[in-house]
Nanobody, 122 residues
Framework: DVQLVESGGGSVQAGGSLRLSCAVSAATYIPSCMAWFRQTPGTEREAIAGFDSAGSTYWDDSVEARFTISRDNNKNTLYLQMSRLKLEDTATYYC?????????????????WGQGTQVTVS
């Protein structure tokens, strides 16, 4: 069974940095796209950035200059380096994997989801 295991969340002061990781538990499962979403209470889960064969895509303009998505295919792990964090970045962050097809903001296209990791900026 495929699992996405997230780590790296926590509490940080505004202006600080965090790096999130998302490891695919099954070595034989190579998703075509891996992406990061985030969600705050009472809102929908929204796409931040994705990484597929075309490279990286940032869907949230507010993070493009501050966050960097990357993927280590050897480790089958997705990363999100977050810098210059703001109060409004506080959210639960989820990674997602899509088995076939390019990255998309459409949540229903993703086959697997991580458990979520909390990021709190104060």
């Amino acid at each position: 069974d495929v699992q996405l295991v997230e780590s790296g969340g926590g509490s940080v002061q505004a202006g600080g940095s965090l790096r999130l990781s998302c490891a695919v538990s099954a070595a034989t499962y190579i998703p075509s796209c891996m992406a990061w979403f985030r969600q705050t209470p009472g809102t929908e889960r929204e796409a931040i950035a994705g990484f597929d064969s075309a490279g990286s895509t940032y869907w949230d303009d507010s993070v493009e200059a501050r966050f960097t998505i990357s993927r280590d295919n050897n480790k089958n792990t997705l990363y999100l380096q977050m810098s210059r964090l703001k109060l409004e970045d506080t959210a639960t962050y989820y990674c997602a994997a899509r088995s076939r097809g390019p990255c998309s903001v459409v949540r229903g296209l993703y086959n697997y989801w991580g458990q979520g990791t909390q990021v709190t900026v104060s």
